[in-house]
């Protein structure tokens, strides 16, 4: 299994959709190679837009930090969100003839303004806590997807390109920083032993909506 710390692990096991969002159809598709490409462009496309809020709420966690090392884990999420993982979108949109422009002016989708919005107002109306709970599910979820297809897919599934940027050991070397991140997060606000408080419950509901939403997210790339 993966390890990305303690709170992801408890969290995770914690919210009930955690399967329905790591073995999606859609995913399962990605790793047979089945899913349809118009699918996954269509997905593609949403997800240049979804990863611009999610990279202002990593910047917005470097503005709730407590400390320079909670800033600099932030900032490195947004270094590698902007100039890691954005590009590879726009290297496989562009292969399929879909421009810069056409990623820009794209309309977003329902399902992509409230997964955004309801991760940017965590971090608004919440503390660094909230705001990483909401983001855990994102970040965490797409490592243990890229790990696992990458071992259980299909050798000549069209979308190892995707899937072995998940896999890759710089994606799961921010996984598991994110991971440190949160831990060390939650015992310098709650203690060494948070589970028992109500507010660890209020972090978990949090982490387990997230996970709705990126289970919902997945259906854009079904939808006809
Ligand atoms: C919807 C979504 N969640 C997580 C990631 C991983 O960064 C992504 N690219 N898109």
Redesign the pocket.
Known sequence: MTDYGRSFAAWREAAGAWDAYVRHPFVQGLGDGTLPRQGFLRYLV??YR??IH?SRAWALGAAKAGTLAEMRACIATVDA?VNH?MPL?IRICAEAGISPEALEEAPEAPQ?LA?TRYVLEAGYSGDFLDLLAALA???L??GEIGLRLSREGAADSPYRDWIET?AGEDYQRACREVGALIDAAVAARLGRSPEALPRWAELAGRFATATRL?AA??NLGLEE
Do not use: I
Request: proline residues 5%; aromatic residues 36%; charged residues 15%.
């Open positions: 949403q997800d979804f990863l999610f969100l993982e979108h992509n997964y599910p994102c970040v979820g797409y998940y990126e997210f997945w």
